[in-house]
């Protein structure tokens, strides 16, 4: 793949569970992002996180980055049937200045059974 | 919700014709990109821009071409369609300076038949 690669392909949980998605990149990066994509539609921006941090919360989001591993994750506490969608991880690279050119892994789609 | 626009949602059209897809910000961003995404598949980057009268290709080889004449417009054009033009547009646009978010429009499901 281009430069990030997820995992899970595909999740499947019970309401109120956590989800947990992964994401490995190659390159050094100004940031990752990770988007959420309901079935057929664009992508909504959910949270960023910078090379220089390692840990980021929004609501039942919990985002972390090792670069050391150049590997994140995306954890969602306490998951709604709501959730259900195809979530993708985004890198900007250095490589790429200031384009804001980012490259999206394959995703990892998550359902959530009522 | 972003205030980003794509027209039309779905396109059902034969071989050979020419379309455009059309694309429209209204947060006057100057950088705009368009991706192609094939059923659940990652993102290619076709084309971007990063202001008016900018365009450059992106990462992956595309028959289609774009302009930007007006900073909220950024239409892209088949000239001669093909099945194998067959996928989902999504268009995306940036604030410009410092890399941060994409904000992206609903996206154009386009079969060739």
């Known amino acids: 793949s281009q430069q990030g690669e997820e995992d899970p392909q595909a999740l499947s949980i019970q309401e109120g569970e956590n989800a947990t998605m992964n994401c490995s990149y190659k390159?050094?990066?100004?940031?990752l992002q990770w988007y959420r994509q309901n079935s057929g539609r664009g992508l909504v921006h959910l949270i960023l996180i910078r090379s220089n941090e390692r840990e980021k919360h929004s609501g039942r989001l919990r985002v972390t980055l090792d670069t050391s591993k150049k590997s994140s994750s995306l954890l969602i506490t306490a998951s709604r049937a709501a959730d259900t969608a195809s979530y993708f991880c985004?890198?900007?690279?250095?490589?790429?200045?200031?384009?804001?050119?980012?490259?999206f892994g394959q995703g990892t789609t998550l359902q959530v059974k009522p | 919700e972003a205030d980003i626009y794509q027209t039309p949602r779905y396109l059902v059209i034969g071989t050979g014709k020419k379309i455009t897809l059309e694309c429209s910000q209204t947060?006057?961003?100057?950088?705009m990109y368009w991706y192609q995404q094939d059923p659940g598949m990652e993102l290619h980057l076709i084309h971007y821009?990063?202001?008016?009268?900018?365009?450059e290709k992106g990462d992956l080889s595309s028959e289609s071409t774009v302009s930007r004449i007006r900073t909220e417009h950024f239409p892209l054009t088949l000239e001669s369609a093909r099945p194998s033009h067959t996928s989902q547009y999504l268009c995306a646009s940036s604030e410009s300076g410092r890399n941060e978010k994409l904000f992206f429009g609903s996206g154009t499901q386009l079969s060739v038949l």
């Open positions: 947060m006057g961003h100057d950088k």
């Open positions: 985004a890198t900007d690279p250095i490589s790429s200045g200031n384009t804001g050119k980012l490259i």
């Open positions: 390159t050094s990066i100004n940031n």
């Open positions: 821009s990063y202001g008016v009268n900018s365009t």
